[in-house]
């Protein structure tokens, strides 16, 4: 059994940069430009922070994207087009007044995740600086939560598989089939069962015995997240057994498509699937705390 090298970051220490040196290294954002939808734009500071080092005078590029500012909430707009919260912080206490959900309260994250907030009341990525500041093509000023089902199946020569999903974004990467937390969703493990089956197929509910329970909640390395807004997630984990009824672990074809998804597969686990950057954001890490836990 394989055991894990490199544990996702815990968002209780995290390792943002301390040193204003130009030779600094930092590294709690690797993904950059991997997985975003709309395209950053260039960033000097983004591009020394790729490059490991710590930009000094530091000069992020403000970026957000015109999808989110179109669907920022404000008085009287529709629902389907507020999902974003709006551009001004201190608006969001009307937005939760009017009636509008958010998905967790203003200046608390799903994990726990202390975070500060600055002088416009905006919030301050806790793992460092990113290069862009607003909200890049996330909706929610800080924290912004989604959920991910972990499906490992055994096969009958007793290797492992692990459901997974092309990501339809620009990353094109295989990733666990989750997604974001929607205020509609009673519990975040109730998000990873409405993922799993939108982009799947699969009914999670008829499966319950085989859960493993929690694997992970957490910051993201995600290439999304700025200097403001960031991904958070939590992730769960089932293992069928070989010999699981197949009536009760029906899946999409292989190449259905959606507005997420590119693909779908039973994906071996093998040791290059759990090498840094096979799949998308944390995933791989997450991958290997699941992993860690069967073998435990
Ligand atoms: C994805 C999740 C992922 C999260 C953080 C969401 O868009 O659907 O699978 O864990 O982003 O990267």
């Known amino acids: 059994m394989v055991l894990p090298r490199k544990l996702p970051q815990s968002p209780s220490s995290p390792s943002a940069p301390t040193s204003q040196m130009m030779s600094s290294k930092t590294s709690s954002h690797t993904n950059y430009g991997m997985g975003s939808r709309v395209p950053y734009p260039l960033s000097a500071a983004r591009d020394a922070l790729k490059a490991g080092l710590v930009p000094e005078p530091y000069r992020p590029v403000s970026f957000t994207a015109p999808v989110v500012l179109a669907n920022a909430w404000a008085m009287g707009k529709p629902p389907a087009q507020s999902w974003a919260d709006p551009e001004d912080p201190n608006e969001i ?116 015995k085989y859960s493993l329970g929690e694997i992970y909640r957490g910051y993201v390395d995600d290439a999304r997240n700025t200097d403001n807004a960031w991904m958070e997630t939590n992730a769960f984990a089932w293992l069928l057994p070989f010999d699981v009824p197949s009536n009760k672990i029906k899946i999409f074809d292989a190449s259905t498509q959606s507005d997420e998804t590119l693909s779908i597969m039973w994906v071996p686990v093998t040791d290059d699937l759990l090498q840094d950057g096979k799949l998308f954001a944390s995933h791989g890490a997450i991958l290997r705390a699941a992993i860690q836990k069967l073998s435990g």
């Open 93 to 208: 206490p009307d937005q939760i007044t009017s009636g509008r959900k958010r998905v967790m309260p203003y200046g608390n994250s799903l994990t726990n995740c202390p975070f500060e907030r600055d002088s416009s009341n905006l919030p301050i990525n806790p793992m460092g600086k990113t290069g862009i500041t607003g909200r890049g093509e996330l909706g929610l000023w800080g924290p912004n939560p989604a959920a991910d089902p972990i499906i490992f199946r055994s096969n009958k020569d007793k290797t492992l598989s692990v459901l997974l999903v092309q990501r339809a974004d620009g990353s094109k990467q295989w990733a666990f089939p989750g997604g974001m937390v929607d205020p509609t969703d009673s519990t975040i493990s109730a998000t990873a069962a409405r993922e799993c089956r939108e982009e799947t197929g699969l009914t999670l509910e008829n499966l319950a």
